[in-house]
Structure formats: structure tokens, C-alpha cells
Nanobody
Framework: QVQLLESGGGVVQAGGSLTLSCAAS????????TGWFRRGPGKERELVAH????????YYADSVKGRFTISKDDAKNTVHLQMHTLKTEDTAVYYC?????????????????WGQGTQVTVSS
């Protein structure tokens, strides 16, 4: 099992920045990809970004490209999501997710482990 602990959520004004962190523990060996999903009010959970542990290759949803940056700290088994130029539509619960599967990761079923989520609220 892999345990994921998110931190860094909060309230920020539109145009501001926030950084989320996801610390992994347990059977982290074998994790191929760690990423972030979000579920906004009345919306389905969607993939925001992910990073591959072997080579650092990243993926971003079109809605966050150029504004969000995902990075990893191998020594601490931690993934960070830097969010800049935040918009009100970025308001959501953000979930960290990890996968022991290989291949393309785009949907929830591609990930095995989930954190509890952290609220991000962007005010206008």
C-alpha cells in the first residue's frame, strides 16, 4: 500500500499563487507516476497534471498549461504542484494520486492510490 498526504491548500485571490505538496509513504518503490486530480463544484474529477518518476516527464491538462508546474523530490518521495495566475475556475478539491501501472495515465482508473484531498479556493 501507498499512503499519500496532501498539504498546501487554502484560499487565495484570483491571480495569486499556491503550492500543493504530496508526500508518499509505504510501498513507494514501483510507483510509476504521481499526479494531481481536482473536482470542482458540480464537476467530475479531472486530471490536472502528472509526473513520471523514472525520467521526470510531465503531463498537463490544457486548462493549466503555462500556469501550473509539477515537480518531484526523489529523496523525499514528494511531488509538488506550483499553481500560478490562479483563476476562480481553479477552485476545487485537489487530490494526489499515484500509480503502480505503466502506460498512459489520463483517467482515475489509471491510478491505484489516492490522498484525501485538499481544498483550494480562488476568490474573485
Amino acid at each position: 500500500q501507498v499512503q499519500l498526504l496532501e498539504s498546501g491548500g487554502g484560499v487565495v485571490q484570483a491571480g495569486g499563487s499556491l503550492t500543493l505538496s504530496c508526500a508518499a509513504s509505504g510501498r513507494t518503490f514501483g510507483t510509476s507516476v504521481t499526479g494531481w486530480f481536482r473536482r470542482g463544484p458540480g464537476k467530475e474529477r479531472e486530471l490536472v497534471a502528472h509526473i513520471r518518476w523514472s525520467d521526470g516527464i510531465t503531463y498537463y491538462a490544457d486548462s493549466v498549461k503555462g500556469r501550473f508546474t509539477i515537480s518531484k523530490d526523489d529523496a523525499k518521495n514528494t511531488v509538488h504542484l506550483q499553481m500560478h495566475t490562479l483563476k476562480t475556475e481553479d477552485t476545487a478539491v485537489y487530490y494526489c494520486a499515484a500509480s503502480h501501472l505503466w502506460g498512459i495515465h489520463r483517467i482515475e482508473a489509471d491510478f491505484n492510490y489516492w490522498g484525501q484531498g485538499t481544498q483550494v479556493t480562488v476568490s474573485s
